[in-house]
């Protein structure tokens, strides 16, 4: 089993920026392997923002390319997303994901609000 608990959401202003984290726990934390970030707004479907694939280019939305940025702790098992010139559009519920090597597992984190507002 592994557990996902995001923090970091809160309200920011238009333009401000956010850095949001992922802790993994649980006895197979060391067997994830992609780990991402969703998110989901009022309304609409959960998207993709940003998915690390190990070994491999960490991929974005074209919505958050270039203001946002994903990266990953392993020794710490967290994952973490920069978010910087945030805009109104960004506000939603952002949720980690992540995916065990052995049995492709997924498991979501509870997710934590993002609101920018002025």
Known sequence: QVQLVES???LVQPG???RLSCAASGRERFN???MAWYRQAPGKDRELVARIVPRATTMYADSVKGRFTASRDIAKGTAYLQMNSLK???TAVYY???Q???GT???WGQGT??????
């Open 96 to 98: 980690c994901y992540g």
């Open 16 to 18: 401000g920026s956010l």
């Open 88 to 90: 109104p559009e960004d």
């Open 32 to 34: 994830i392997g992609i």
């Open 113 to 118: 609000h993002v609101t920018v507002s002025s």
């Open 105 to 107: 597992v997924a498991y």
């Open 8 to 10: 970091g959401g809160g």
């Open 100 to 102: 065990t090597v052995i």
